[in-house]
């Protein structure tokens, strides 16, 4: 079994935008997003984000874009941000060409490490389009869970992407993180 690398990670600044938003395109959207397993592109066309939506994310008090790099290299990202007492966790991202290879665990760890660190939180909420069945029982082996709450998807806003289906809808996700090493 080999080991997977340990990836440094840090907070984005907005230098890192373009970087940020080229990976998160590149995960969710299009034909490099087909590479890896986390595409949203059978659900979805248009953008994932964009340079305004991860700047508003750098700059949010109580919100934080982490960074996952290996040799100076991103990897990997995630938005952080406390919202109701808990971090809710969004914006993930790996690129397609090193999914499977555990870079995801890691950064979905140290997120976790980070919100109870940073906030005092003792919960991850985070919020997965239904349809996406392989991604919620990826989080699930991770310790989330299903609320049994929804959310309503923005249908019309194409900051969000441009629907290929009329039935979309996010599930709600949550993890206590009060028994998780730190």
């Not at 290929?164 to 730190?182: C, Q, S, T």
């Amino acid at each position: 079994m080999r080991s997977s690398p340990v990836p440094t990670f840090r907070a984005a600044t907005a230098a890192d935008i373009p970087a940020v938003v080229a990976l998160v395109e590149s995960a969710y959207r299009g034909e490099s997003g087909r590479r890896g397993w986390t595409t949203e592109s059978n659900l979805l066309d248009g953008q994932r984000t964009d340079a305004q939506d991860v700047g508003e994310a750098i700059a949010r008090a109580d919100s934080l874009v982490l960074l996952a790099e290996l040799d100076g290299v991103l990897v990997s990202c995630c938005h952080l941000e406390k919202q109701d007492g808990a971090a809710y966790f969004g914006m993930f991202a790996v690129d397609p060409t090193r999914q499977t290879g555990g870079i995801g665990k890691q950064v979905i760890a140290e997120a976790e490490r980070v919100a109870r660190e940073r906030w005092g939180v003792d919960r991850m909420r985070m919020t997965v389009i239904v349809q996406r069945e392989e991604l919620i029982a990826f989080y699930e082996r991770r310790g989330y869970v299903r609320t049994g709450q929804s959310k309503p998807f923005p249908y019309g806003d194409e900051r969000f992407g441009i629907p290929r289906r009329d039935d979309l809808r996010f599930e709600v996700l949550e993890k206590p993180l009060a028994g998780v090493a730190a």
